[in-house]
């Protein structure tokens, strides 16, 4: 089959995506679970605890966006060359994909494991004593698991390249139960609060990685992974993988860093103003789920449909996924939004706390609904084509000159607190929506090769 004969059902047969978006939608939703376990098992620890996860999780997010960033760009080059039906350097990019996921998740493993103090010290200086004790033993634990998260997602990756996206979703249910199990057993069966709740998240982690490189052994797969007991490096594959990749990490490591300057203002704020932003961050991901996990989707579909010449039809599903996004989240938006004061109960929150961090909420939801999906889902279709340079330079300039810089004067210099700090993030959200429209609509993404 050349180029010229692939159509749209070639590369998307019947029940395709579905088979893709369910299974994706259900298993960001047992994800965020794992977040949301150790966050309010912890917090019967007391704030101190719920804070010092809070803290180290912005760090464990900048890394992980890192390794997801690498996952992003090898799906990239695998879904395309699916779509364009070469097989073998399809199987080629799995191979380069997982190696250079595990050597650079286990390198910045150890350079975390050595310098643990002085980075937690770099970054939340100014926090109390036991918040900085809870963050030391949590973030020990924590950078252990890299190298087997990086192992999950990049399994995870190549699964949704194939359409096969149950996959993940039963080993995201496996790891769940892993983990709140052993939350319930370390927290409130022995009395180790974080401790625990580190524990019980690597020991998840490490089967989840485990069984994603057992089961990426399979030859029956569409493509599957071979040659681990020859670990060299394709380095035409690996450029092409990094091509989308260092940009995508480049990006999310720069938001997350910036992300981690605003976490130091809320700091700076006192530990109450740390536990209520912890609490209303947890809740706000919710509401997330639809967008990010169709945004993954995007990638594989977008990926097969570039990589097979078809650039109209990567356009017509990158709006149907827009308007799905925009359902699903207008819904997670009005459910979280009515149940919102339950929810945050269970972090365990002091009177002023707690009321603080419903009222962040409740306006998230609204805006949320409104700017999320052109924000964060759309630039995934520009990603997925290989136009990662646009969506690093303004990714990269909204966070810096709107969340971060804006963080600062709304905080300080006009007074509004731990609110200044989301009314700056809804400013940078802004900025992105106007940028990445304006691309899409342009086209030229559309003309775009990789492989």
């Not at 803290?55 to 966006?65: A, C, P, R």
């Not at 339950?342 to 609904?369: H, K, N, Q």
Request: one cysteine or more.
């Amino acid at each position: 089959m050349t180029n010229s004969t692939i159509k749209e059902s070639d590369i998307f047969p019947r029940g395709f995506m579905r088979r893709l978006l369910v299974p994706i939608i259900v298993e960001q939703f047992l994800a965020f679970t794992i977040g949301l376990a150790d966050t309010i098992m912890v917090s019967s620890a007391g704030e101190a605890a719920i804070s010092g996860v809070s803290l180290v999780d912005q760090i464990n997010i900048l890394l992980i966006q890192i390794f997801a960033a690498l996952a992003t760009g090898g799906a990239v080059i695998v879904s395309q060359y699916i779509g364009r039906g070469e097989k073998q350097r399809a199987v080629n990019s799995v191979k380069q994909l997982t190696l250079i996921s595990f050597y650079a998740a286990s390198a910045i493993m150890t350079v975390c494991l050595l310098f643990c103090p002085q980075i937690l010290r770099a970054i939340f200086g100014s926090v109390e004593a036991d918040v900085m004790e809870n963050c030391k033993t949590y973030f020990y634990l924590s950078v252990v698991s890299y190298p087997f998260l990086a192992l999950y997602n990049s399994g995870a990756a190549v699964f949704r390249s194939m359409g096969k996206s149950r996959i993940t979703m039963v080993t995201s249910i496996g790891m769940n139960i892993i983990n709140v199990v052993g939350n319930a057993v370390l927290i409130f069966g022995f009395g180790l609060g974080v401790l625990g709740a580190a524990a019980a998240t690597l020991v998840s982690r490490v089967v989840g990685g485990v069984v994603m490189t057992v089961l990426m052994h399979n030859k029956n797969n569409d493509v599957y992974l071979e040659g681990l007991k020859k670990p060299t490096l394709d380095f035409k594959l690996v450029k092409q993988i990094l091509y989308i990749g260092i940009p995508g990490g480049i990006e999310n490591g720069m938001f997350q860093v910036g992300k981690l300057l605003v976490a130091r203002v809320v700091s700076d704020l006192g530990t109450s103003a740390t536990a209520a932003n912890a609490a209303a961050n947890t809740v706000a991901m919710m509401s997330n789920i639809p967008g990010s996990a169709i945004g993954l989707a995007l990638v594989a579909v977008v990926g097969r449909a570039m990589g097979a010449r078809l650039p109209d039809v990567a356009e017509k599903h990158t709006k149907r996924f827009l308007g799905l996004t925009y359902l699903l989240m207008l819904g997670m938006n009005i459910l979280i939004f009515v149940l919102v004061e339950p929810i945050v109960s269970l972090f365990s929150l002091s009177g002023a706390t707690g009321a603080e961090a419903v009222d962040i909420v409740r306006i998230f939801c609204i805006v949320s609904s409104v700017l999320w999906p052109l924000a964060f889902t759309l630039p995934n279709c520009l990603r997925a084509s290989g136009d990662v340079k646009f969506t690093l330079v303004v990714s990269m300039l909204s966070m810096w000159l709107c969340r971060v810089a804006m963080s600062y004067v709304f905080c300080y210099s006009l007074g509004y607190g731990l609110h200044g700090v989301w009314i700056a993030m809804y400013v940078d959200w802004v900025a992105r929506v106007i940028f990445f429209v304006i691309r899409f609509l342009q086209g030229k993404w559309k003309k775009l090769t990789i492989v």
